[in-house]
Each structure stands twice: as structure tokens, then as C-alpha cells.
């Protein structure tokens, strides 16, 4: 059985920076694809980070330059640093796996595409 379990949210001033981590326990061959999700309140989840099978990672739009995705395999953990935060990245943070083997874009990734799913992490920033 897979378990994922999201550290590291918090709350912080614009501008300031958080690093969230996401410990993947149980079956991790049914976990190669990896990702970050967010949600707002009153808003869909949405994508915001991946590094998929093969390698390669992909970033939204709305983060690009600002979050960096990284995994350490042999702790089998998956981490999303975060800088020059802003307001508007307030929001749940989730971490998300599966075992699709195919290419996956951070920005056209869905809630439907990964089986495991943490219980998520609070990060706000104020401005």
C-alpha cells in the first residue's frame, strides 16, 4: 500500500521562502510519476509541479522560475522548494503520485491522472 505524507507548509511573508517535502512509503513501483498539487479556497486543485517516469520536470506558468522540484531517491521523498512567495499562492499543497510511465506536463495534468494522493499541507503568504 502506498502512503504519502506532505511536511513543510506553514505561513511566511510575501517574498519569503518554504520548502515542502513529501515522504512515499509502501509499494514505490507504482510511484514513478510525481507531483505537486495546490488549492485555493474556492478554487479547483490544479497542477503545479511534476517530475514524471523518465525524468522530466515540468512546471505551471503561475511558478516557473519561483519552485524548484526535486526527489531524493534513496530517501524516497519528493520536495518543492519555494521562493519569492506570493499572496497568491496561498493554497493547500498536495502531493500526488502514480506509476504512468508516459510524459506529464505540470500545466495540463489532472486530479484523475494520479491514484495516491497525501493529505496535504497548508502554506499562506501575506502580504
Known amino acids: 500500500q502506498v502512503q504519502l505524507m506532505e511536511s513543510g507548509g506553514g505561513s511566511v511573508q510575501a517574498g519569503g521562502s518554504l520548502r515542502l517535502s513529501c515522504v512515499v512509503s509502501?509499494?514505490?513501483?507504482?510511484?514513478?510519476?510525481r507531483a505537486w498539487f495546490r488549492q485555493a479556497p474556492g478554487k479547483e486543485r490544479e497542477g503545479v509541479a511534476v517530475i514524471d517516469a523518465n525524468g522530466r520536470i515540468s512546471y505551471a506558468d503561475s511558478v516557473k522560475g519561483r519552485f524548484t522540484i526535486s526527489k531524493d531517491i534513496l530517501k524516497n521523498t519528493l520536495y518543492l522548494q519555494m521562493n519569492d512567495l506570493k499572496p497568491e499562492d496561498t493554497a493547500v499543497y498536495y502531493c500526488?503520485?502514480?506509476?504512468?510511465?508516459?510524459?506529464?506536463?505540470?500545466?495540463?495534468?489532472?486530479?484523475?491522472?494520479?491514484?495516491?494522493w497525501g493529505q496535504g499541507t497548508q502554506v499562506t503568504v501575506s502580504s
Open positions: 509502501g509499494d514505490t513501483y507504482s510511484t514513478y510519476c
Open positions: 500526488a503520485a502514480d506509476g504512468y510511465l508516459g510524459t506529464v506536463v505540470a500545466g495540463t495534468m489532472g486530479v484523475a491522472d494520479f491514484g495516491y
